[in-house]
């Protein structure tokens, strides 16, 4: 494997702004320089094959799947009233965006005639993926924003109503940004551009900062955020069961009002769980692999592996709004409510009793 550089700190600073950084002569033979334009090659190849349909179809499922969602809740004035669904509308938007950015990344071409620093900038900003990692990190930051935010509502439920104003949710979704772009730039600082390649991850400023640098990122990209959400949809799963139990015990086994609503909630959380148990399933393979090439494992960027997990987080921001679409009853009232709108007829007049639990399921993430 060719290892990325360690450099001393003035030149490192030198180099992430200067088109002529020099390396070590054993890493010469991996550049390319038979061309007068950057080139994403070196340590990191684009998708190929089988590779490059499957990040074509997982960009495309992102923007329709939460394109429809965004549109959805954005037409509906009852849907983007609930504080819930202003952070849902929010995460669909990051997930857009990462699709969006996944395909023109995709569809990029790999030669570019941008000499000096503007090449540089290039490097360092979009074919070194940082702003893809920037959409996805914030993705992540804000799916702890929406289960904080609903830990807060059962659990606390006063402290909610009258503390966790729209303004603080701002501030939240404002903070998830900053942090995203905080914590990548890592990949900012270690990307540099060596004669017409692009290389990521590669400078280092010495071997512990590289080590240091993949278990900070492990902890601060997953195991907080698993820990914030493990713990408030834990909490919040006790206090519902709670109150299921004793309601149904009350009303002789038959569903009362209150314990409609009680019911819809726990199942709007269950629908919130599986979407933390898809953020793990999706992300694990990538930390672990991140976190291991940071510690000097003989690890490659073009491995099958790597590959594989990276199309793992990028399936992330494709799956959720397919999970809201099919799992959210609020939200499958509103499609169809809209569809009804579009084209009047399609859709059959609801009977009463199914209007009084849609209204039951309107309140569940209030």
């Known amino acids: 494997m060719s290892s990325p550089n360690v450099r001393d700190p003035l030149e490192f600073l030198t180099s992430m702004f200067t088109h002529d950084a020099t390396v070590s002569t054993s890493n010469l033979a991996t550049m390319e320089t038979s061309t007068s334009e950057p080139v994403l090659e070196g340590n990191y190849s684009q998708p190929k094959g089988v590779m490059l349909y499957t990040y074509l179809i997982s960009g495309s499922l992102g923007i329709v799947g939460n394109g429809l969602v965004i549109l959805v809740i954005l037409s509906l004035r009852k849907l983007r009233k609930r504080l819930t669904n202003i952070l849902i509308t929010h995460q669909c938007i990051i997930d857009f965006l990462v699709s969006v950015v996944l395909l023109a990344l995709t569809g990029t071409q790999k030669q570019y005639h941008i000499p000096g620093v503007a090449g540089m900038i290039l490097c360092k900003v979009w074919l070194s993926t940082y702003v893809l990692w920037v959409f996805m990190t914030v993705s992540t930051n804000n799916l702890c924003l929406l289960s904080l935010e609903k830990y807060f509502a059962i659990v606390h439920p006063i402290w909610h109503k009258t503390a966790f104003t729209r303004s603080k949710a701002l501030a939240g979704m404002v903070a998830v940004w900053v942090c995203g772009i905080v ?28 080590r240091a640098t993949g278990v900070t990122n492990c902890f601060l990209k997953f195991l907080v955020p698993i820990a914030i959400m493990v713990y408030s949809y834990g909490r919040i799963l006790r206090v519902v069961n709670s109150k299921v139990a004793p309601a149904a015990s009350v009303h002789g086994g038959q569903p009362s009002g209150s314990q409609q609503y009680v019911t819809a909630r ?79 007829g399609l859709i059959s007049i609801e009977t009463a009793d199914s209007n009084a639990t849609d209204q039951t399921n309107t309140h569940a993430l209030a």
Request: glycine share 4%; with cysteine; proline share 3%.
């Open 183 to 210: 914590l990548n730039l890592i990949v900012f600082f270690t990307t540099t551009l060596q004669g017409t390649t692009c290389f990521r991850l590669w400078i280092w400023l010495s071997d512990f900062a590289r």
């Open 266 to 344: 726990r199942k709007a959380v269950e629908m919130l769980i599986l979407v933390v148990a898809c953020f793990f399933l999706c992300w694990v393979w990538n930390q672990v692999f991140f976190l291991a090439f940071n510690l000097g494992a003989p690890l490659e960027l073009n491995s099958a592996f790597y590959q594989f997990s990276v199309i793992a987080v990028y399936f992330n921001s494709c799956i959720n709004p397919f999970i809201f679409i099919f799992k959210y009853e609020e939200f499958k009232k509103g499609l169809r409510e809209l569809v009804g709108r579009v084209v009047p």
